[in-house]
Nanobody, 124 residues
Framework: QVQLVESGGGLVQAGGSLRLSCAAS????????MGWFRQAPGKEREFVAG????????YYGDSVKGRFTISRDNAKNMVYLQMSSLKPEDTAMYYC?????????????????WGQGTQVTVSS
């Protein structure tokens, strides 16, 4: 069955960096776009970044544009989120998700499988 497992979260000071990883299994990874979302307590799940099946097209939420970079390695069935210049408002649970199509998407309804999440906490 499809599994997505995130890792790499943790506690970091404002201005610091983290790289999140998502290991995918149970399907042909290179056939689908992928995305990262985040959810802070009391808030709705928010789109962070998306990437198409071959990595040629990427999408970013306005709040992370220029600071975060999404990438993928189809040979390793991995998708990554490099986060730089982190801010306290980036604190959230971060989720990896599989797109229903070959493209990424900003709409969470376009994703059909989700990981369990990895916590990112940015201290001021």
């Amino acid at each position: 069955q499809v599994q997505l497992v995130e890792s790499g979260g943790g506690l970091v000071q404002a201005g610091g960096s983290l790289r999140l990883s998502c290991a995918a299994s149970g399907y042909t990874f290179s056939s689908n776009g992928m995305g990262w979302f985040r959810q802070a307590p009391g808030k709705e799940r928010e789109f962070v970044a998306g990437i198409s099946w071959r990595g040629g097209t990427t999408y970013y939420g306005d709040s992370v544009k220029g600071r975060f970079t999404i990438s993928r390695d189809n040979a390793k069935n991995m998708v990554y989120l490099q986060m730089s210049s982190l801010k306290p408002e980036d604190t959230a649970m971060y989720y990896c998700a599989r797109s229903r199509s070959t493209l990424g998407s900003r709409n969470r309804n376009d994703y059909d499988y989700w990981g369990q999440g990895t916590q990112v906490t940015v201290s001021s």
